[in-house]
């Protein structure tokens, strides 16, 4: 499962290099689901919910905790997440989809925060490749 899953993820990194992802993707619901957000804009009631961090007790292997990821780019990354979404289905359970995302959504985060991206490009691409290592991660153990 893991080599046919590493396949469609080089297939989703060469169409991500070949396409205008904004125009795939500018209907688009933005992303929320597994403790992330992801948003054009920052407004109260995103901030309101990063504020109220709850205690988690989790066998999570990543820090539990709400993300947000802010990025005139929301609707291409949320494009991702689905697609990942998608080819993850029979991978990602319960507990695992917070890790998952989580990652995901940080190194949008970190992404963001060391670079301002002149398309959506490199930060999918930069996501992707932390998906692609998840999976070689969890093929390992």
Not at 75 to 88: A, D, P, Q, T, V
Not at 124 to 130: G, I
Request: hydrophobic share 40%; with cysteine.
């Amino acid at each position: 499962m893991n080599d046919t899953l590493l396949i469609k993820i080089e297939d989703l990194k060469r169409y991500i290099e070949s396409v205008d992802i904004s125009m795939e993707a500018k209907n688009v619901k933005e992303w929320g689901g597994a403790d992330v957000i992801i948003r054009s804009r920052l407004d109260e009631s995103i901030k309101e919910w990063l504020g109220d961090q709850p205690i988690v007790i989790s066998f999570q292997s990543t820090e539990p905790r709400r993300r947000a990821v802010i990025t005139k780019y929301s609707r291409e990354l949320s494009w991702l997440l689905y697609e990942l979404r998608n080819l993850f289905s029979e991978k990602i359970d319960y507990i695992l989809k917070y890790d998952f995302y989580g990652l995901l959504a940080q190194t949008a985060i970190d992404y963001l925060e060391i670079s301002e991206p002149q398309d959506a490009k490199g930060l999918l691409l930069a996501v992707l490749n932390v998906a692609e290592g998840f999976c070689n991660d969890e093929s390992s153990k």
